[in-house]
């Protein structure tokens, strides 16, 4: 840690090469990084049962689905580690092996340590990223909020609670659909 550069003078290079040799959580904002919290049992099962719904929807029809740890490059000097990217096509040139430089869909489950972090930071990140829909999963209150990007910036789709279905409605996986309630009743 004594080795590792200052806060604010961290270059993206220097991000990259350290985050290739570590499973931590790490993201990336103009030569600042911030370590993410070990997600909790219940956030991965949360998170694999998301992913398993979502892997066989699309890879069937040729996309392509991953969970975290995968940078996602927001734009040069900005990266962050969604949870969940998914791209509509395993050979869509934004698919690289260190880092995807785009996504059609991604997923955060929030976190209790910083929950502003995935409802309101990253809907910013993302939005700029033009990453279509981004889902957010809120264990807290178990709700999963689907946001599609129309003029730059992301508009509610949906507000998904027990009981319902959570789908999404634009063209990023249409067709796809989870109940709300086998999500949060996971274990």
């Known amino acids: 840690m004594e080795l590792m550069p200052d806060q604010g003078s961290w270059t993206e290079e220097q991000y990259l090469a350290f ?15 911030e370590f993410l919290p070990t997600p909790t049992d219940r956030h991965q099962s949360i998170l694999q049962f998301l992913f398993l719904a979502f892997h066989a929807f699309v890879t069937p029809r040729d996309g392509k689905v991953h969970f975290s740890p995968l ?67 809120n264990p807290q209150d178990e709700t999963i909020l689907v946001l599609r990007q129309k003029g730059g910036s992301y508009k509610r789709e949906r507000k998904c609670r027990r009981g319902d279905t959570a789908s999404a409605s634009s063209h990023v996986v249409e067709g796809f659909s989870v109940q709300v309630s086998a999500v949060f009743d996971v274990e």
């Open 71 to 137: 940078r996602l490059q927001i734009r040069p000097d900005k990266y962050r580690e969604p949870d969940l990217l998914l791209l509509l096509s395993a050979k869509d040139p934004r698919r690289a092996n260190r880092y995807w430089s785009g996504a059609d869909l991604v997923l955060e489950v929030v976190s209790k340590d910083k929950p502003e972090r995935d409802l309101v930071d990253k809907r910013f990140d993302y939005a700029e990223a033009k990453v279509p829909e981004y889902w957010i999963v």
């Open 19 to 33: 985050t290739d040799h570590t499973n931590r959580l790490i993201e990336f904002t103009d030569g600042f990084v």
